[in-house]
C-alpha cells in the first residue's frame, strides 16, 4: 500500500471590516500619512477594533471561524468531515480556553484532536506542518488548518498621537487582523496541489528576541514592562538571510534547482520590506505572491492570504516555495508546493 500523500484541497480567508487607509489612519492616530507609506510601503490594513472608539467588533475566534467556514466551502466539505483542526496565532482570544476548541465549537467539529501552537508569523508553517505530519502519519484524512492574529487588541486607542514617537506610532501603520484556514486532505481535492515539504527550524539559540508582546495579570497589571517592542533593526537585518537560508533549505531537501521555482511567497513584513526581500531572493524568473501592502502585517493570517491569491493565479502544472519568518525568537520556515 502507497504512503498516503498531502494535499492542499482549499483556502479561506476573512478580513474584518472595511480596510483602513493611510489618510484615516493619519487622523485616528495622528501619523503622517506620507510617512506611513514611505516607511512601511503599507497602503491599507484591516482592523478588529474601532480605533475611533476602541470597541472591538471581532475577536479571533469570530474571524477563524469565518476562515475556516469559506475554507470547508471551497472544498466541498462539511465540519462533519474534519477529523483533525490545528490553529496557529500570537494573539489568542484568552489563554484557556484555547481559541482553536472555541473555533471548532462554532464549526460543529467535535470529538477530534486539535491542537494550537502559540507562535508569531511562523505559526501558520508551524500548524501546516503539525497537520500534513498527521495526514503523513495515517492519523487523520482531512485536517482544517487555520492561522491568525487580532493585533489591534494590543494597540492603546486613547492617547495623545503627539506624546507618541515614531517607533510607537509604526506599530499602528505596521500591523492589522486578520485569518485564513486551509484544508488538507490525503485525496487530491481542489487543483490537485500536492504538499511537497513543510520545514520550520528554531535558530535563536543565545539571541536576544526582535519582538515581545506582552500580556498582563491581575497581579502585574501595574507593571512597568513594556507591552510590545520590536528590534527593527536586528529584523531589518536577520530576515532576508535567514528568508535565503530556508528557501535553499526547502530546495535542497527536495532536489528542486531554483529556476524550477514558478512562484515564490516570500515574508510578509511589510510592502517595503517585502520588495526587498523579494528582489534579493533566488529565482529570480519566479512569480512573486506579496499581500502585505494592502492588507497589513496580520501575523499568522498572512501565508493564508497568499496561499489564496495563489490558487488565483495558478493555472496548470507548476512549483511554489513559501518562506516565513517569525522575530519574536528567531524560526525560520517554509513550505513547497507542487500542481502535477
Not at 152 to 177: C, I, M, W
Amino acid at each position: 500500500m502507497a504512503p498516503p500523500t498531502a494535499y492542499l484541497a482549499s483556502v479561506g480567508t476573512c478580513l474584518p471590516g472595511d480596510p483602513v487607509d493611510n489618510a484615516t489612519l493619519a487622523k485616528l492616530v495622528g501619523v503622517d500619512e506620507t510617512w506611513a507609506e514611505m516607511f512601511t510601503g503599507n497602503i491599507s490594513r484591516y482592523f478588529a477594533v474601532d480605533l475611533a472608539t476602541g470597541q472591538i467588533r471581532h475577536s479571533l475566534a469570530d474571524i477563524a471561524t469565518t476562515a475556516a467556514d469559506r475554507a470547508l466551502a471551497e472544498a466541498g466539505l462539511e465540519p462533519g468531515d474534519v477529523d483533525c483542526v490545528v490553529l496557529g496565532t500570537a494573539t489568542p482570544d484568552h489563554l484557556m480556553p484555547a481559541t482553536v476548541n472555541l473555533v471548532a465549537d462554532r464549526l460543529g467539529v467535535d470529538n477530534v484532536p486539535t491542537y494550537q501552537l502559540q507562535s508569531g508569523c511562523a505559526g501558520a508553517v508551524q500548524a501546516l506542518d503539525v497537520a500534513r505530519t498527521l495526514l503523513l502519519a495515517g492519523r487523520c484524512t482531512t485536517a482544517l488548518v487555520i492561522g491568525g492574529d487580532v493585533c489591534a487588541k494590543h494597540l492603546q486607542t486613547d492617547f495623545d498621537p503627539g506624546s507618541r514617537t515614531s517607533a510607537e506610532l509604526v506599530n499602528y501603520v505596521l500591523f492589522g487582523d486578520g485569518a485564513g484556514a486551509a484544508v488538507l486532505s490525503t485525496e487530491a481535492r481542489g487543483q490537485g496541489i500536492e504538499i511537497r515539504q513543510v520545514l520550520n527550524r528554531l535558530v535563536g539559540l543565545g539571541r536576544e528576541p526582535g519582538q515581545v508582546i506582552d500580556w498582563f495579570g491581575l497581579g502585574d497589571r501595574h507593571s512597568d514592562r513594556t507591552a510590545v517592542f520590536e528590534d527593527y533593526k536586528a529584523i531589518e537585518e536577520a530576515v532576508p538571510v535567514m528568508a535565503g537560508q530556508m528557501f535553499w533549505e526547502l530546495l535542497e531537501d527536495l532536489g528542486w534547482s531554483a529556476d524550477a521555482v514558478d512562484f515564490l511567497l516570500p515574508p510578509q513584513l511589510s510592502g517595503r520590506m517585502s520588495d526587498r526581500i523579494s528582489a534579493g531572493m533566488p529565482a529570480p524568473e519566479a512569480q512573486r505572491i506579496n499581500v502585505v501592502r494592502t492588507v497589513g502585517n496580520n501575523g499568522n493570517a498572512l501565508p493564508f492570504l497568499q496561499l489564496a491569491e495563489l490558487l488565483r493565479q495558478w493555472d496548470g502544472p507548476g512549483r511554489a516555495v513559501a518562506v516565513a519568518i517569525e522575530s519574536s525568537k528567531w524560526i525560520k520556515s517554509g513550505i513547497a508546493l507542487e500542481r502535477s
